[in-house]
């Protein structure tokens, strides 16, 4: 890195804007919105600019159906698109912009006439495209009142000849010099112009037209940066910053808060095509910062490229290459011949390929030929594949995906990747390299499996991992579900907003929880034609109220403690002792000694009580809860079976379990097994079943069987729930093959998270750096579970319901800890202090958990 010039010495900020960012006029205004910013900064904004979106790819269609004399229709929808665009803008084609549009259509007619095209055409022609949107860019910003001045950017980027470059990368993947250009610093140095000029484009020595590589208008943006030794460099694109994996394919991925050069280069080199690779070394070279962000989203922001990345070992980003061919060279007795690997090598070189992974075996070769840098038609394979046949045996592979896991200290993190290495199990793996530099380690395997691959190791290695200065929000969070907004207007919380924000103002923090929303659960699960009781998990809410209702609808109640049952004694005296089932875990004796008392179903949940006090089973009838063997769940704490998990009697002690019963002389009526919370495939209960159900078999006194809970809740609006019906279809399946048996299911959260919000006031802001904090009236005293478990909860701001989230906050409550936080990179509109915001499905184990911590007292409840 060499540091020629201190910023304050050099005002210039280099902008890149891409081709969806020039290609509306929304994405325009906001462009004018920006450079106003920088100008107002005392900047000198240079704009470097693609091509409008897909004009690119026109041109070069244009090439070829110019051949074939074809080429009208192309060069209409070429020429259309410009003048929409500047109808949009509300700007006239300049006579320049009409000018090209004639010459295009003279040299498609040429090429028809000569039937072909050289490199060096195909650069004029495509560098058309950056050449024509820079003119509709310059007018619109002129008509903004900017100072414009528009450039050809081939007078000031020229290209270096390269060693053993062909006629091919020569035109059309040229590199420039980018040493600090004084001159160029003198002709744009007038304070408050802006400069635009295109991306992509360079000249030759002969003055001839060059491009820099399909998206190579960020190298022009790094290169200008250099030359400028701007004070940054900016590019302006459709996505907020680099991302853990592209968030379009995967929505989970993290936004990459900060990177070191290195990082992003390894990112960029290995498939994330927001950054083109070469635009990383002249930036890093003079240390100059780089910064990617969103056009549409201009507030959000980006990500942050310095020589200061994370040091620790982590991983960052899961990146996919794809229609990668691999060669494999069987070098039978030739491997240890002197001059073999050099022979092969220069074979490729002939061909003018080169070469990305290698790696070699006993016995064969095996590289991979990356089409970013390769045109690998027929022709050039066959031709390849009959030299290299020469000094031994080829197979093509193809086409393959490279998936690579890139990070910082990859190998001191590998022994934590072993969940996500087993999904190769059931892949065939070609390849595997691991970078020299430490940074990138990357696996070779049928395309066809490479989405599925990034998605399920993004799962494992990035997407839970706790925010820190690199890891970001997600996609998701910051832009919804992509392609739906989220409409809240049937949620019971819109539709009772007024009623809500009347509570939230007086109290400062409370749990509401909406009746009809209650009744509604209730209701839709008694409706189930599978299912002969519903035991509400009180748990997770014993509201009075919400017992009352419960019990109208006709539900039972499931109760872990003496206190709970005595609770739901006192609240409904009058209730059948039937309807209530008491199922701790490890409660002391006599707990079990006064619950059986009161004639409610007790369930065992281990062997103990029956081993050292079978004096109080005798002639009762138990439940016993059974540990399945798996669990599931949203989370590692909240799965119930298993052998991490303290709950139930496993199956391997199910012969002991029999004679202890029988020596108690007491009865199995009921089985009972609980697998975790937050399930949202039927298909539990449908094996939580058939193990239940084999084991009456053995407890032929057993009538019933409890599936438990679990019913999955969607954390996130817009996301899907249990589907009832197939839950519904899944309980008569068991039903069938027990007839006899009464299935009951236990649900707790389900049946009141989504009913129930906390509301909290906002009681001041503060913006530490580029952290903004947004504190509410209560925190972790009231909802423990973001805290506790991670947990998610969607947070919006009541008060301000309809206007635009473009702030990323973190909302935190008043607790001295800092696990205090409510939600972390929340997109909220601008909040204000005493704006009301709403924290949703708290119904459940929301006030239940809550503690009086630091003597803060946790939100009043109300039932509306
Ligand atoms: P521009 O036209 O602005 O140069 P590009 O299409 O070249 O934009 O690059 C932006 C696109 O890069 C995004 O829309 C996204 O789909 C894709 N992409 C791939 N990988 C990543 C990643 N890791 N982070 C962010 N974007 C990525
Ligand atoms: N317009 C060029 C391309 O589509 C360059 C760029 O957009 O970066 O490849
Ligand atoms: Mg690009």
């Known amino acids: 890195m060499t540091a020629v010039s201190t910023p304050a010495a050099s ?85 320049d912009l009409e000018e090209q549009f004639r010459r295009l259509r003279q040299i498609a007619s040429g090429i ?67 040493e600090p250009d004084l001159q160029l610093q003198q002709r744009w140095s007038a304070p408050g112009t802006v400069w635009i000029t295109q991306g992509f484009i360079a000249s030759d020595d002969a003055g001839d037209t060059v491009l820099l590589g399909r998206g190579g208008s960020d190298t022009s943006g790094s290169y200008f940066a250099a030359k400028l030794q701007a004070r940054r460099l900016e590019i302006w694109t459709d996505v907020p910053g680099m991302f853990s994996a592209n968030p379009r394919a995967v929505p989970t991925a993290r936004l990459l808060c900060a990177l ?60 996919i290459k794809k229609n990668i061919t691999l060669l494999s060279m069987e070098t039978v007795g030739m491997w240890h011949s002197v001059g073999f690997l050099a022979d092969a090598f220069a074979v490729f070189k002939e061909h003018g390929l080169s070469i990305d992974l290698v790696s070699t075996s006993e016995t064969s070769v095996t590289v991979s030929l990356d089409p970013a840098a390769n045109t690998l038609d027929k022709a050039t394979l066959d031709g390849l594949i009959a030299d290299l046949a020469k000094l031994c045996r080829v197979q093509v592979i193809g086409p393959c995906a490279a998936v690579s896991l890139v990070g910082r200290n990859i190998r001191a993190i590998l022994h934590r990747l072993g969940d996500a290495l087993e999904l190769f199990e059931e892949q065939k793996i070609y390849l595997v390299t691991q970078a020299a530099n430490d940074l990138n380690i990357t696996f070779v395997i049928d395309e066809a499996q490479g989405d599925r691959l990034v998605s399920r190791l993004h799962e494992i290695a990035i997407r839970k991992m706790t925010a820190d200065r690199v890891l970001g929000p997600t996609w998701e969070e910051l832009y919804g579900s992509p392609g739906q907004a989220i409409d809240t207007s ?81 609240t409904l005296p009058t209730i059948d002792r039937k309807q209530i089932l008491f199922t701790p875990n490890f409660t002391p004796r006599d707990e079990y000694a006064w619950a059986l008392e009161q004639g409610v179903w007790v369930t065992l949940d281990n062997l103990h009580p029956l081993q050292h006090w079978p004096e109080l089973f005798k002639g009762r009838d138990v439940f016993v809860r059974i540990d399945t063997g798996y669990g599931r769940g949203h989370h590692d704490k909240v799965r119930t079976a298993g052998v991490h998990s303290k709950f139930g009697v496993p199956l391997f002690e199910m012969d002991e379990l029999q004679r202890l019963v029988n020596a108690a002389g007491a ?15 039927v298909d539990n209960w449908t094996s939580v079943g058939e193990t239940l159900g084999a084991l009456t078999q053995r407890f032929n006194e057993v009538h019933t069987i409890d599936l438990g809970g679990g019913l999955g809740v ?35 959260r389900y049946l009141v998270a989504e009913a129930g919000v906390l509301l909290a006031s906002v009681t001041q802001l503060k913006g530490k750096g580029e952290v903004q904090y947004v504190g509410v009236a209560t925190g972790m005293n009231s909802l423990i579970r973001p805290a506790l478990y991670g947990a998610h909860h969607e947070i919006l701001n009541l008060t301000r319901i309809d206007e635009p989230a ?48 630091n003597l803060r007292e946790p939100a009043k409840e109300f039932v509306i």
């Open 667 to 681: 009865r199995v009526v009921g089985l009972h097994a609980h697998t975790g919370s937050g399930v949202f495939t």
């Open 490 to 570: 049937k949620q019971w919380w819109h539709v009772r907003r007024d009623a809500l924000l009347a509570l939230g103002r007086e109290h400062g923090a409370a749990f509401v929880y909406d009746r009809a929303s209650l009744e509604e659960k209730a209701k839709s699960l008694q409706a189930l034609s599978g299912i002969d009781g519903v035991f509400y998990a009180l748990k997770a809410n014993w509201h009075p109220e919400i017992l009352k209702l419960f019990h109208a609808h006709g539900l039972g109640f499931e109760c872990v403690s003496q206190g709970e049952v005595q609770h739901v004694l006192n």
């Open 260 to 319: 070191e050069y290195d990082e992003a280069q390894e990112i960029a080199s290995s498939g994330a095509k927001v950054l083109h690779p070469r635009c990383i070394m002249p930036v890093k070279h003079y240390g100059i910062p780089l910064y990617v962000y969103a056009t549409q989203t201009p507030n959000l922001e980006g990500t942050v490229i310095t020589t200061h990345g994370g040091t620790a070992a982590q991983v960052k980003a899961v990146t």
């Open 11 to 95: 005002p210039w900020v280099v902008l890149k804007f891409g081709g969806t960012s020039v290609s509306s006029v929304a994405n325009w205004s906001n462009v004018a919105l920006v450079l106003r910013a920088r100008l107002a900064e005392g900047l000198r904004p240079v704009v470097v600019h693609s091509a409008l979106s897909g004009i690119t790819d026109r041109l070069e269609q244009l090439l070829t159906l110019a051949l074939s004399g074809e080429w009208q229709p192309v060069m209409d929808q070429i020429e259309q698109r410009h003048r929409d665009l500047a109808r949009d803008l509300g700007v006239v084609p300049t006579p």
């Open 806 to 853: 473009t702030e990323v906050v973190n909302v935190v409550g008043p607790i001295c800890e800092s696990g205090d936080q409510l939600g972390l990179d929340r997109l909220l509109p601008p909040t204000q202090a005493g704006d009301v915001l709403l924290i949703a499905t708290a119904g459940a184990y929301g006030r239940a958990m809550s503690s009086t911590y």
């Open 714 to 748: 969607p954390e996130r609006l817009g996301q899907p729930g249990v589907v009832l019906s197939e839950f519904d279809a899944a309980l008569l399946q068991i039903k069938q093959a027990h007839p006899h048996i009464n299935l009951w299911i236990e649900p707790g």
């Open 112 to 178: 028809a006439l000569v039937g072909e095209v050289s490199e060096r055409l195909r650069a004029r022609v495509m560098a058309q495209g950056e050449l024509m949107a820079t003119r509709l860019g310059a007018a619109y910003l002129a008509s903004q009142g900017l100072n414009v001045q528009w450039v050809d950017a081939r007078t000031a980027l020229k290209a270096e000849s390269r060693r053993n470059a062909n006629l091919r990368s020569t035109y059309l993947s040229a590199t420039c010099a980018f």
